[in-house]
């Protein structure tokens, strides 16, 4: 059973930076397919970062330049530099990893960006 545990979220000022982190267990580790979405309360989840089946990354347009995500293979791990930070990336995260035609979510973890 694949489980993916998020961590690195907070409270930060509008331009500053966070990084989220999510370790994936249960799996042979591969980071295509795996990625970061965002929710906000009363809206649909959004996808924010991924690694593409190709292992090139895709951006949401309004994150593209601000956002990077990396895989680091040796600790299982994908990663989500956020810097620049604005009021509207205030949301709770949440880890996805697609594989075999299964979704699988971390638990969510929440990042605040206000003054």
């Known amino acids: 059973q694949v489980q993916l545990v998020e961590s690195g979220g907070g409270l930060v000022q509008p331009g500053g930076s966070l990084k989220l982190s999510c370790v994936a267990s249960?799996?042979?580790?591969?980071?295509?397919?795996m990625g970061w979405y965002r929710q906000v309360p009363g809206k649909r989840r959004q996808g924010v970062a991924r690694?593409?089946?190709?292992?090139?990354?895709y951006y949401l347009d309004s994150v593209k330049g601000r956002f990077t995500l990396t895989s680091d293979n040796a600790k299982s791990m994908v990663s989500l530099q956020m810097d620049s930070l604005r009021s509207e990336d205030t949301a709770v995260y949440f880890c996805?990893?697609?594989?075999?035609?299964?979704?699988?979510w971390g638990q969510g973890i929440q990042v605040t960006v206000s003054s």
């Open positions: 996805n990893k697609f594989s075999d035609g299964k979704d699988y």
């Open positions: 249960g799996d042979v580790f591969r980071s295509n397919g």
């Open positions: 690694f593409l089946a190709s292992g090139t990354p």
